[in-house]
């Protein structure tokens, strides 16, 4: 019999880097002057931002498993890691999504979140597979930036 190994057995235990993502959640949050709520979840950091000024869908930001980076929309989630070397990435994803200039890309189970690179090409960061609930009228979802407010 052929055993299989879970990825949790195949990782090595990572560098917490609780501190280095708490700084660039709130470096984020305050750039976009975003309001949040820091949710007790099992993981090191859950950060939910409702809907608001900035933000036309809600959105969450994780850091779990010491050095795994979330971002998540109502039916995409995402995982970037390890923490060094996908940390700058990471944030101008997010800060290209708040602006809106980054899109979800939904094919059957299949969804990408992307960035433009230019005549029209979109450039794939993350792909998801599974089945998470997709309550969009449309295969794309993005954010609809609203001017940048300072922060309060």
Excluded at 38 to 55: N, R, S, T
Excluded at 114 to 143: C, K, M
Aim: glycine share 6%; proline share 9%.
């Amino acid at each position: 019999m052929r055993l299989l190994r879970t990825w949790s057995c195949v990782r090595q235990p990572a560098q917490d880097y609780t501190p280095q993502a708490t700084t660039l959640f709130s470096r984020f949050a305050e750039r976009h002057g975003l309001a949040y709520q820091a949710v007790d979840a099992p993981v090191e950091i859950l950060w939910e931002f409702p809907e608001q000024v900035g933000l036309s869908l809600p959105m969450t930001l994780g850091l779990q498993n010491n050095d795994e980076l979330n971002f998540g929309v109502p039916g995409f989630w995402s995982y970037f890691f390890p923490f060094p070397k996908v940390a700058s990435e990471f944030e101008q994803v997010l800060d290209a999504w708040v602006e809106g200039r980054a899109r979800i890309a939904r094919r059957g189970l299949t969804s990408r979140l992307q960035v433009p690179i230019g005549n029209g090409t979109w450039s794939t960061v993350y792909t998801a597979r599974g089945h998470l609930t997709w309550d969009h009228p449309s295969e794309f979802i993005q954010n609809i930036a609203a001017p940048h407010r300072p922060p309060p």
